[in-house]
């Protein structure tokens, strides 16, 4: 009886130690600047990050694999603690991080940058403008004459979260509204049928993927009225970085990893002097603006 009791207790002392191990094996195998890690990303945002994933990799031991998907699809994965690392225009509600409070898990939250909205149409088409008061009320389901149709990505995306919560709506309406998948699916369709307004990330349309480099040949990018001005403005980086462009909206790392790992490392790097860099080369706005080294030379060889 005696025997049997010691070789449970054993068994159990066994099972615990190898479980620390291995959560210990796991954590030593993933660091700030090595090990592998899966970061979900907003589908509108995925360039520039495609662009940071690059050059974090060349230069630390580290592989990260980038899997874009719509807002609403990143929050439900995050919300079950399916996923720990995402990049994202919000951060969760109280009740989306319910599960983390649980735990005990603070985030680390870092801005990255600043993005904007873009509305598209055919390069043929004779409007340049195009009034924010009269895309309100369309995607309200009024003035349904004022436009052709709206053309949107995923209907779980991010834009048109951020379109439905400028219109005060809960649903677009279906009459003249078209939805896909993806920001290059809305930018190949406005540049296929004239009269239609697209609405991407304009992340897309300063860094066209070589493939779409013809679709984006074939729209243009509309000066947008907003609501507190008369004044016709393009979500150029300038107007961006000044807030004279209406529909901006910032980028954010959200790291629940119980661990220092990738996460941080990632994201301190992203919000570096270096990923900042890549940022401003992208057309977004850094979240802050890389120094720029002047050497002043007090003689001139003049030969």
């Known amino acids: 009886m005696r025997k049997t009791s010691l070789l449970v207790l054993i068994s159990c002392l066994f099972i615990v130690v190898f479980s620390c191990d291995k959560k210990t094996k796991s954590q030593e195998e993933e660091t700030i600047l090595k090990g592998k890690a899966t970061i979900l990303v907003d589908e509108t945002l995925l360039p ?22 719509s807002e609403l699809e990143i929050v439900q994965l995050l919300s079950k ?3 720990q690392l995402a990049i994202l225009s919000r951060e969760l509600t109280e009740n989306e991080a319910e599960i983390f409070r649980v735990k005990k898990i603070t985030p680390r939250i870092t801005s990255l940058g600043t993005d904007a909205i873009a509305f598209i149409s055919h390069k ?7 009034d924010l008061e009269k895309v309100i009320t369309f995607v309200q389901g009024k003035n349904q ?18 379109i439905k919560e400028l219109a005060k709506i809960n649903n677009l309406p279906k009459d ?9 699916e809305v930018i190949q369709f406005v540049s296929k049928n004239k009269g239609l307004i697209g609405i ?11 493939a779409m480099q013809e679709s984006v040949s074939k729209i243009k990018v509309l000066s947008v009225k907003s609501l ?17 462009y209406p529909l901006t909206r910032e980028i954010k790392m959200l790291n629940y990893q119980p661990f220092p790992g990738l996460g941080m490392g990632f994201a301190s790097f992203v919000s570096g002097d270096i ?15 890389p120094n720029r080294n002047i050497k002043i030379r007090k003689e001139i060889n003049i030969k």
């Open 124 to 130: 043929n088409n004779s409007d340049t403008i195009i």
């Open 176 to 184: 003249k509204i078209y939805s896909f998948q993806t920001n290059n």
């Open 200 to 210: 991407v990330g304009v992340n897309w349309l300063s860094q066209p993927s070589p």
């Open 48 to 69: 520039v990050i495609e662009d940071q994933k690059q050059v974090f990799e060349n230069q630390y031991n580290a592989s990260i694999s980038l899997v874009g998907k």
């Open 145 to 162: 004459n004022d436009f052709k149709g709206m053309v949107f990505d995923n209907p779980n995306s991010s834009t048109v979260r951020y």
């Open 228 to 244: 507190m001005t008369e004044t016709f403005v393009k979500p150029s980086q300038d107007n961006i970085a000044s807030g004279l």
């Open 81 to 83: 603690n399916k996923q």
């Open 275 to 289: 990923g900042q860099r890549i940022i401003l080369k992208s057309g977004l706005v850094p979240a802050k603006i």
